[in-house]
């Protein structure tokens, strides 16, 4: 099945500094890829929906700014944390969707572990 | 705005027992999907239902679909502790490519 690479897995950063996020599709192209975000013992909450060549589309709340996504190519779509402070510390996971019509399905990286101190 | 839910949030059962996890969301929908999450751990695709009336079952899950009700089941039959994880369903909003999940279900099976 189709396989999205998210890395890094885990980040500890000072309060300040911007963090990086890289998500990518291994083995398919995918024009759109998901942000989500998840507190702990929470459900998912979708953050933007990046789409290959163009801007992201932020859901309602979420700063554009402080959360910028770049989808440069079809394998590659990141999310840069600008400026982190302690309440973005939170566990953020890419997702691309794979296949057309019936056999579409929404592959997940393995997520990303971020603590701002 | 298209609202996810589910029930329960949390349950716990003795293994060998069946139980029913409720998905309901408040507009219509093209699919929906039901997905598994480990501790500290991504999700991991279970089922996607494409119309009304859809089963599918794989080992001791099995999901249905009743897009007139708007509701969608994952029904566990005789669990075991290897099932005990967060279970979420989504749903794909017509028209448009987002996923929107529902609160999530801790399931935690007992030995």
């Known amino acids: 099945g189709a396989v999205v690479s998210q890395h890094p897995s885990w980040v500890i950063c000072k309060s300040g500094t911007s963090v990086k996020i890289e998500c990518r599709s291994l083995?398919?192209?995918?024009?759109?890829m998901f942000w989500y975000r998840q507190f702990p013992k929470q459900s998912l909450m979708l953050m933007a929906t990046s789409n290959e060549g163009s801007k992201a589309t932020y859901e309602q709340g979420v700063e554009k700014d402080k959360f910028l996504i770049n989808h440069a190519s079809l394998t590659l779509s990141t999310l840069t944390v600008t400026s982190a402070h302690p309440e973005d510390s939170s566990f953020y996971i890419c997702?691309?969707?794979?296949?057309?019509?019936?056999?579409?399905?929404?592959?997940f990286g393995s997520g990303t572990q971020l603590s701002v101190l | 705005e298209l609202k996810v839910e589910q029930n329960p949030l949390f349950l716990s059962m003795q293994e060998g027992k069946n139980y029913t996890i409720y998905c309901n969301y408040s507009t219509t929908s093209d699919r929906l999907y039901w997905y598994r999450q480990d501790p500290g751990k991504s999700l991991e695709s279970l089922f996607v239902l494409l119309s009304n009336g859809a089963v599918k079952q794989e080992g001791r899950l099995m999901a249905s679909l009743d897009t007139k009700a708007r509701l969608s089941t994952l029904h566990i039959t005789a669990a075991v502790h290897d099932l005990s994880a967060t279970y979420f369903c989504a749903v794909q909003t017509s028209g448009t490519y987002k996923y929107i999940f529902g609160t999530g279900t801790r399931l935690k099976v007992l030995a």
């Open positions: 083995d398919f192209q995918a024009t759109t």
């Open positions: 997702s691309a969707r794979a296949g057309t019509g019936g056999y579409e399905k929404l592959f």
